[in-house]
């Protein structure tokens, strides 16, 4: 009578005990999917109690064993058990049949999870107040993996906990979007307080998405209706100009650099091979449209240069009259103070004059070392400049040694 007694207590003991509490409630496999997940998990860690446990079962047969909930999270959790085959720990499978095991392995050996939500298990849906069908979404992001992991281990689902002990993303696993938002919503009051600060990011983040999506629609119809109607190059920088103005008038106070650096790979996808890229000589990107012909760009070249020269000739005269006043306004200005007798060695020319008169006798912007004679010319032209502007006011020296008849 004591043996039995003592089998019936070691089966309600913790059969991974693997954590120093034990005031959780004892659970069992739920379905076959957890003990499976529970077997793989065994067979890495060479666990015997369960190994033992999965011996003689029937096809698709699940034991009466039982553990802790927080024991079988650390168990099977995904993390220490790759560490574990990373080691090189073989999967002792001779302790069971074969034949059954492979049967019991197909659903975690399979390359990818079966194209079904990894939530409500179904393939297809009704959208809530809609006759429509929610499709199904590919896991496809490391924080929707993270995410969907804290959810399970906070619920302590022993069925999405057993899904996660492979990589979403790499198993390819699947959900509908409304089962997505349902399971990972946590409702606690602590996450309620927590999640106000999320919440408004989240918010921010789709109001900057939505103000994104609007300025890319309008660019996007500037294009078709201005630029392929009236064909010409057009530097890139002046489309990003445009969008980061377009969203401004959204509200949006600054650009994400992504949205700069990903215009042009946005503007390919829309418009495909209607336009053109090509880099200036400064490795700019310039875009034009394809229908632009090497006619229109010989008269859109031959027009630009015209209008340059034109605009030279013009800028040339215009120079040269502000040159004058400036040089007037410069010997006005210049206050010298003429003591008598006068000093042979006083410099009535103002600096701007000397520079002028250096640059037209040498021929050179900056002359710094002029030549003896650039300096006598500079010093000879430059007085009779200043006495003339002046009308006499200001005498050079020389005009005393050598008056003038």
Wanted: charged letters at 30%; aromatic letters at 6%.
């Amino acid at each position: 009578m004591m043996q039995p007694s003592a089998r019936k207590r070691a089966r309600i003991d913790c059969i991974i005990h693997c954590s120093d509490d034990d005031s959780d409630a004892l659970v069992s496999p739920q379905d076959l999917d957890s003990w499976n997940t529970l077997l793989r998990a065994a067979e890495i860690r060479q666990h015997d109690p369960v190994l033992e446990a999965a011996k003689g079962l029937e096809e698709g047969g699940i034991p009466h064993i039982h553990y802790h909930r927080k024991c079988r999270s650390l168990f099977t959790m995904k993390k220490s058990l790759d560490s574990i085959l990373a080691k090189g720990v073989k999967i002792e499978s001779a302790s069971v049949d074969p034949r059954r095991r492979a049967s019991r392995d197909a659903p975690s050996t399979s390359r990818v999870y079966a194209k079904v939500c990894l939530f409500c298990e179904k393939s297809s849906k009704y959208m809530k107040a809609a006759k429509t069908r929610e499709p199904l979404i590919q896991c496809v992001e490391l924080r929707a993996d993270e995410k969907i992991r804290r959810a399970a281990t906070r619920k302590l689902n022993q069925r999405i906990l057993g899904l996660l002990s492979r990589d979403l993303v790499a198993a390819e696993g699947h959900y509908h979007k409304s089962c997505y938002k349902l399971f990972t919503k946590d409702d606690s009051p602590a996450a309620a307080r927590s999640g106000a600060g999320e919440n408004q990011e989240e918010s921010e983040g789709a109001r900057y998405e939505e103000a994104e999506i609007e300025a890319l629609e309008e660019l996007f119809l500037y294009i078709r209706t201005e630029l392929f109607p009236n064909p010409e190059v057009l530097p890139m920088i002046n489309l990003t100009s445009r969008l980061e103005r377009s969203m401004m008038s959204r509200g949006i106070i600054q650009l994400k650099p992504a949205t700069k650096k990903h215009v042009r790979r946005k503007i390919e996808t829309e418009f495909g091979e209607s336009l053109r890229f090509v880099p200036d000589e400064k490795g700019k990107l310039l875009i034009y449209p394809r229908s632009l012909s090497m006619d229109d760009l010989a008269r859109q070249a031959h027009k630009m240069t015209k209008d340059l020269q034109e605009a030279r000739a013009a800028n040339s005269e215009d120079i040269l009259t502000k040159a004058g006043m400036q040089l007037r306004n410069e010997i006005n200005k210049h206050d010298v103070s003429q003591p008598w007798p006068p000093d042979t060695d006083q410099n009535v020319i103002p600096a701007a004059v000397t520079k002028f008169l250096h640059t037209l006798l040498t021929g050179e912007c900056e002359c710094q070392t002029p030549s003896e004679r650039a300096q006598r010319l500079a010093i000879s032209f430059g007085s009779d400049l200043v006495f003339a502007v002046t009308s006499g006011k200001t005498k050079p020296p020389s005009t005393y040694c050598c008056p003038m008849l």
